[in-house]
Each structure stands twice: as structure tokens, then as C-alpha cells.
């Protein structure tokens, strides 16, 4: 059974902290991994990942994925409370994307 | 605006009634989602329409009833549901459904969140 896992399931971090959101997953056709981020409101796409080894950075949002060990994580530097999401990662079978539980990150002031 | 319109955003609704809930977008994709987001667990994909045709159906139950009459819109139709289905409701398209790893992201629209008494 195709499957993507997440963690941590919640995150609170202080302004200006550093996180890694954690995204590993097992399907049968893998096609692309996808990262979005979601408020109170439609998911908004941040990355797309296809290759491993290659990072795709966007301000201070990044993203690597390992194709080997079945892994992505989303690192996120010197935290905002715009920050302050749900992150969700999602894989590209081909015929359909599978996601996970999403990440709920809370930065606090 | 992400390009996908979901309409209505909110909706209450009881056991017994019937209501619909509506998409469009506006990209040019030919592949539109439906997805049941509930409190906890991950996106529960319940259709799938590539090019009209419907290609997934989630094992959903027979009183959600979707209608793609065209690329650009997609229904789902509710009736006689459940407290359990309370949910958001997020509707999403991208440009083709399979084949290459080019195939990009999904695009959301903003939910419909559905709450039944």
C-alpha cells in the first residue's frame, strides 16, 4: 500500500529558530514529491522534487530529496510567525498523489 | 487566487438534505481532484476526472456523487450524509493526470468546509 509519512506531527519554535520538517514515503511508481504549505486556507505549492541530491531553495525555505532512502525534509531558517502552517508533503504516482498527515509548525514571538 | 473556485465555501447542512458543491478552474488543466480533508489525517483523495473521465473512485460512498461536465468544472453532489462527513472539502486540478515526472503540482482551490447536523 502506497504510503507518506510525516514528522513531527507539530513543531513550536521560537522566532529565528531553525526547523527540518521530515517526509518519508513508500510507493509503488514514484513520479515527483511535492511540498506545500496550507493556512486557513487552499494548500499553496512551494516545491517539486525529482531528483535526489538536488536542492531547491526559495528564501529561506529549502528542500533535498533522497531517492535511496526514500526521504524529504523541508528545512526552514530563521523562523517567522507568517511561518506558522501546516506543511504537507505529497508524492506523484503517476496516476494519483498520496499525502501525508502535514506538519504543523507554530512559530511564537 | 490560486485559479480554482470552490463555491460555497461554507455549508450546513442536515441528514436529509440535498446540496452540491462546485468547482472551476481557470488553468487550462485537464485533470480535477476531489479531497476530503478531516481533523488529524491525511488527505483522503475521493475522485479523480482526467479529460472528463472519471479515472479514481476511492471506494467513496454512493452518497457523494461526483459530475465533471467539462474540463474546467466538477461537482459533488451530497446526499443523505452522515455527521462523520463533516469536513473541508478541497477541489484541485493540474495540468495532466500521468506519464512524466513534468506533470507538476496540484493546484487547490479553498475548500468548501461542510459541516452536517
Known amino acids: 500500500e502506497d504510503k507518506v509519512v510525516q514528522s513531527p506531527l507539530s513543531l513550536v519554535v521560537h522566532e529565528g529558530d531553525t526547523v527540518t520538517l521530515n517526509c518519508s514515503y513508500e510507493?509503488?511508481?514514484?513520479?515527483?514529491l511535492l511540498w506545500y504549505k496550507q493556512e486557513k486556507k487552499a494548500p499553496t505549492f512551494l516545491f517539486m522534487l525529482t531528483s535526489s541530491g538536488i536542492e531547491k531553495k526559495s528564501g529561506r525555505l529549502s528542500s533535498i530529496l533522497d531517492k535511496k532512502e526514500l526521504f524529504s525534509i523541508l528545512n526552514i531558517t530563521a523562523t517567522q510567525t507568517g511561518d506558522s502552517a501546516v506543511y504537507l508533503c505529497a508524492v506523484n504516482t503517476g496516476n494519483q498523489f498520496y499525502f501525508g498527515t502535514g506538519t504543523s509548525l507554530t512559530v511564537i514571538p | 487566487e490560486t485559479g480554482v473556485t470552490q463555491t460555497p465555501r461554507h455549508l450546513v447542512m442536515g441528514m436529509t438534505n440535498k446540496k452540491s458543491l462546485k468547482c472551476e478552474q481557470h488553468?487550462?488543466?485537464?485533470?480535477m481532484y476531489w479531497y476530503k480533508q478531516s481533523a488529524k489525517k491525511p488527505l483522503e483523495l475521493m475522485f479523480v476526472?482526467?479529460?472528463?473521465?472519471?479515472?479514481e473512485n476511492n471506494s467513496v460512498p454512493s452518497r457523494f456523487s461526483p459530475e465533471c461536465p467539462n474540463s474546467s468544472h466538477l461537482f459533488l453532489h451530497l446526499h443523505t450524509l452522515q455527521p462523520e462527513d463533516s469536513a473541508l472539502y478541497l477541489c484541485a486540478s493540474s495540468r495532466t493526470l500521468s506519464g512524466s515526472a513534468n506533470t507538476g503540482e496540484l493546484f487547490f482551490g479553498e475548500g468548501s468546509r461542510l459541516t452536517v447536523l
Open positions: 488553468l487550462g488543466h485537464n485533470a
Open positions: 510507493v509503488t511508481n514514484f513520479r515527483s
Open positions: 476526472y482526467n479529460f472528463k473521465e472519471q479515472t
